[in-house]
C-alpha cells in the first residue's frame, strides 16, 4: 500500500516535470531509445538515490545500461526469477534483482554450470541492481547500471527457500588472518565457481579478497588466463562481485579501464604480504579524503532522467 502511494506521488511529481518539458524532449521521451532529456531544475538538484531508490518497477524502454558502474542508471532492466531451476534470488525485499538483460542472462548460464558441482545445486543471488538501477539508499557505489551482481559463497544445498528464509539465512565468510588467506569452508568447488564465473567472455572484472586469489593462483595448474579477471579487493569474503562489460553496441555505456596484462598474481600476493607485514605508517600521512558529495539526477548522464520519467 505504502508503495502505491509513493508510486501516484512520483507520477504527480513526474507528470509535472513532463509539462515543463518541451516539444522536442517530450518527442525524445516517445523514442524507444532512451535519449537524454533536459532535466527540470528542480528534478535535478534531487539526490538520485531518492528518486532510483523509489522505482519500483523497470522502465518501459529498450534495455541500455547508461553511465558508469558506479554513476549510472539501466533503461529496459529486467527482473531476475525469483526462483528458477539452478537459481535463488536472495534478500527479496530489497528490490535489486534486476539488471540488464545480459547479466540475467549471464547469470543463469553461470548458475547453470554451477549446478554440475558437487555441493552446489546453483547459486544464491545477491544484490544486481534497482529496477532503473542508479545509486543506492544503502551500500554499494557501483551496481547501477544492471552489470554488476554478487554471488553468494554459501554453496546452496537446496533452492526452495521462502522469501522469509532468504531475509534471514546468511551467506558464510571464505577468509581468515584478514582476508590473507581462505579459511576452511573454502572447497575446490569455490575454485571451479570463480573459474567459470571468470571465464565467460560477457565478464570484465570478478572482485574477492586478496586470499582467495592467491589460493586460486597457488591451485590452478591449468589455464590461468582467466586470472586476470579475478581482481582482489576489500570485503568480498562473503560473496564475490561479478562485472559485465559494455554489452555490444550499448554507446551509453563507459567502459573501464581493462584489467593489467597477465595474471595479476604477483600483485594479489604483494597485497597479501602487507596485510601479513603491514607497511609502518607514513611519516606524513596524506589529508583524509572528504566524503564523496551525495550524487543528484544532474551528476548523472543525461539519459538517466529519462529512465526515470519513462513509464
Ligand atoms: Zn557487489
Not at 42 to 55: D, I, N, P, T
Not at 102 to 128: N, T
Not at 163 to 189: C, F, H, L
Not at 288 to 303: H, I, K, N, S, V
Amino acid at each position: 500500500m505504502k508503495q502505491v502511494v509513493k508510486r501516484s506521488l512520483w507520477a504527480v511529481a513526474m507528470a509535472a516535470a513532463l509539462v515543463s518539458c518541451g516539444q522536442r524532449e517530450r518527442s525524445e521521451h516517445n523514442a524507444p531509445r532512451a535519449a537524454a532529456v533536459a532535466v527540470p531544475a528542480a528534478l535535478s538538484s534531487k539526490s538520485a538515490k531518492q528518486l532510483f531508490g523509489g522505482m519500483p518497477d523497470a522502465s518501459v524502454q529498450a534495455p541500455a545500461p547508461y553511465g558508469s558502474y558506479a554513476k549510472g542508471c539501466v533503461a529496459g532492466a529486467v527482473q531476475l526469477p525469483e526462483t528458477g531451476p539452478t537459481w535463488q534470488a536472495m534478500r527479496l525485499s530489497r528490490n535489486r534483482n534486476w539488471g540488464h538483460p545480459e547479466m540475467i542472462d549471464y547469470l543463469k548460464d553461470l548458475s547453470a554450470k554451477v549446478a554440475r558441482l558437487p555441493g552446489w545445486e546453483g547459486i544464491y543471488v545477491g544484490d544486481i541492481s534497482q529496477p532503473r538501477g542508479g545509486p543506492m539508499l544503502t551500500g554499494h557505489a557501483s551496481h547501477q547500471m544492471g552489470l554488476d551482481a554478487d554471488v553468494w559463497m554459501l554453496p546452496p544445498k537446496r533452492l526452495n527457500l521462502s522469501r522469509d528464509e532468504r531475509e534471514k539465512i546468511s551467506s558464510i565468510s571464505m577468509r581468515r588472518a584478514s582476508g590473507a588467506y581462505v579459511n576452511s569452508d573454502w572447497t575446490p568447488q569455490h575454485h571451479e565457481v570463480l573459474k567459470a564465473a571468470a571465464s565467460d567472455p560477457r565478464v570484465a572484472r570478478i572482485f574477492v579478497f586478496p586470499g582467495a586469489k592467491v589460493q586460486m593462483c597457488n591451485d590452478e595448474k591449468g589455464d590461468r588466463t582467466y586470472l586476470r579477471k579475478i581482481r582482489p579487493w576489500y570485503g568480498h569474503h562473503y560473496h564475490f562481485h561479478v562485472r559485465l562489460n559494455c554489452p555490444r553496441g550499448a554507446t551509453g555505456c563507459v567502459p573501464q579501464d581493462p584489467p593489467p596484462a597477465g595474471d595479476g598474481c604477483a600483485d594479489a600476493q604483494a597485497w597479501v604480504n602487507n596485510i601479513l607485514n603491514p607497511p609502518p605508517p607514513p611519516k606524513n600521512p596524506p589529508a583524509p579524503t572528504p566524503p564523496r558529495p551525495e550524487l543528484t539526477l544532474a551528476d548523472l548522464p543525461g539519459q538517466c532522467a529519462g529512465v526515470l520519467q519513462s513509464n
